[in-house]
T-cell receptor
Framework: QKEVEQDPGPLSVPEGAIVSLNCTYSNSAFQYFMWYRQYSRKGPELLMYTYSSGNKEDGRFTAQVDKSSKYISLFIRDSQPSDSATYLCAMSLPGAGTALIFGKGTTLSVSS | NAGVMQNPRHLVRRRGQEARLRCSPMKGHSHVYWYRQLPEEGLKFMVYLQKENIIDESGMPKERFSAEFPKEGPSILRIQQVVRGDSAAYFC????????????FGPGTRLTVT
């Protein structure tokens, strides 16, 4: 079983739709949960990070963590063509400097 | 405030040559991480460094790969005697001292081994 599982998609939605992206993980010791956006041939861009369980909202983006189910989600409201990218979830153990464990990413395409 | 800088952006090497990849962290960041992204694979951690110290190299291949972060200058990822399987995108990330979860990535170096 891989540490972090993420459906690769592709996921295609019309402009304005609500998008739900998800990851599951196996290591219950993970404490920090991140979402990155990566455009083709670019570096990953940090969208949001969450500590432990709960929700966090930033503009059109909402991140949710359910540690009991080992499941995290990213919701994008009012999706735009500019949201078309690959979305990577990442997780880390607590500590001052630890490696991020990434999912393989979900490719999202938003059509106008 | 400049982000993480990497150079070169593209690097072509023949089998057996050496590749040197450079990374300058964001201002105020003292922690540097290197990751590799192979085609159809996710990002994989390679090494974590602070100034003049390798803290965690658990993801680094045992041979041919080395990394450093000197007191002055950028962090360097060095690959000796490159092979075709080393062709990948190599990303550097940096974080502030108190937040490893807040890693910001550079644009990457795309290494092609011919």
């Amino acid at each position: 079983q891989k540490e972090v599982e993420q459906d690769p998609g592709p996921l295609s939605v019309p402009e304005g739709a609500i998008v739900s992206l998800n990851c599951t993980y196996s290591n219950s010791a993970f404490q920090y949960f991140m979402w990155y956006r990566q455009y083709s041939r670019k570096g990953p861009e940090l969208l949001m990070y969450t500590y432990s369980s709960g929700n966090k909202e930033d503009g059109r983006f909402t991140a949710q963590v359910d540690k009991s189910s080992k499941y995290i989600s990213l919701f994008i409201r009012d999706s735009q063509p500019s949201d078309s990218a690959t979305y990577l979830c990442a997780m880390s153990l607590p500590g001052a400097g630890t490696a991020l464990i990434f999912g393989k990413g979900t490719t999202l395409s938003v059509s106008s | 405030n400049a982000g993480v800088m990497q150079n070169p952006r593209h690097l072509v090497r023949r089998r057996g040559q050496e590749a040197r990849l450079r990374c300058s962290p964001m201002k105020g960041h003292s922690h540097v991480y290197w990751y590799r992204q192979l085609p159809e694979e996710g990002l994989k951690f390679m090494v974590y460094l602070q100034k003049e110290n390798i803290i965690d190299e658990s993801g680094m291949p045992k041979e041919r790969f080395s990394a450093e972060f000197p007191k002055e200058g950028p962090s360097i990822l060095r690959i000796q005697q490159v092979v075709r399987g080393d062709s990948a995108a190599y990303f550097c990330a940096s974080s502030p001292p108190q937040g490893a979860y807040e890693q910001y990535f550079g644009p990457g170096t795309r290494l092609t081994v011919t």
